[in-house]
């Protein structure tokens, strides 16, 4: 009942910044927490960053300081803002949401954009 739509990807040289948005859309008045994960090449998928509805965060420690997560539930749409690119932050990036189902016992949904990718090379 949600869909999510990643944009901003792209190439970047190392230093670079790059912005990357996603857009949700359903039933999004349910949504709890939103975030990004990447998966590089030969790699898991991990956690990038979290925000939840009240606005915490949440970083991988190979991040912090450099990407910057932030919400504007008006427009459905969370944003990570990434600075001081690196190499190894090449990978596809994917959105998250969540939201609890409207039944009892509840639980808890995840779904997940198609992705977009970030190359990060000179």
């Known amino acids: 009942q949600v869909q999510l739509v990643e944009s901003g990807g792209g190439l970047v040289q190392p230093g670079g910044s790059l912005r990357l948005s996603c857009t949700a859309s359903?039933?999004?008045?349910?949504?709890?927490?939103m975030g990004w994960y990447r998966q590089a090449l030969g790699k898991e998928r991990e956690l990038v960053a979290t925000i939840t509805s009240s606005g915490s965060t949440n970083y991988a420690a190979s991040v912090k300081g450099r990407f910057t997560i932030s919400r504007d539930n008006a427009k459905n749409t969370v944003f990570l803002q990434m600075n001081s690119l690196k190499p190894e932050d090449t990978a596809v990036y994917y959105c998250n949401a969540n939201r609890f189902t409207a039944t009892i016992p509840r639980r808890l949904v995840d779904y997940w954009g198609k992705g977009t990718l970030v190359t990060v090379s000179s």
């Open positions: 359903g039933s999004v008045f349910s949504i709890n927490a």
